[in-house]
């Protein structure tokens, strides 16, 4: 259930970067049972990690800080609402609350490509951005056959 402390303090870790700029202005917090387990702001320009967007900042806070790579259970607050790539990672983690405030529309306002992602996703995947092509899946589909044959965790 919605809970605007939360909210709040996903704002005040956005707010960190309008002065350590460590990035972007997107903050995230992960709570579990009414509880923070993690916290994150966007880290891109400090790691130099495209990746290191406020909420995979915070997932990977979440999954270290509880031993799982499971976050089912948890819901995530987060200033903005996430890029497509942070969506996925959400997914990956079985969290199946998120709760935002700003808009793609409000990132791009402020230069962002959140909504030019969406966009590219919604045109069936090409775009001026990024094509992607499919080739040799002969090649690439005896691996997936052979992990599936085999015993392993699936996540």
Not at 32 to 43: C, E, L, P
Not at 60 to 75: F, I, K, Q, S, Y
Not at 144 to 149: D, L, R, T, V
Request: hydrophobic share 45%; with cysteine.
């Amino acid at each position: 259930m919605y809970q605007t402390r939360f909210m709040k303090q996903a704002a005040a870790a956005a707010a960190v970067n309008l002065t350590q700029q460590d990035g972007g202005p997107f903050g995230c917090v992960i709570v579990k049972d009414g509880a923070v387990v993690a916290t994150g702001h966007n880290r891109v320009l400090a790691d130099c990690d495209p990746t290191a967007h406020g909420e995979v900042v915070a997932l990977r806070a979440a999954g270290a800080a509880l031993g799982t790579h499971d976050l089912g259970g948890c819901e995530l607050y987060t200033n903005a609402m996430p890029c497509p790539m942070c969506l996925a990672a959400i997914m990956w983690a079985n969290i199946r609350v998120v709760y935002y405030g700003n808009t793609a529309a409000d990132a791009a306002a402020i230069g962002f490509r959140d909504a030019a992602m969406y966009d590219f996703i919604e045109h069936h995947l090409q775009g001026d951005a990024l094509t992607l092509v499919q080739h040799d899946r002969g090649l690439t589909l005896p691996v997936f056959e052979a992990y599936k044959k085999a015993s392993h965790q699936l996540y």
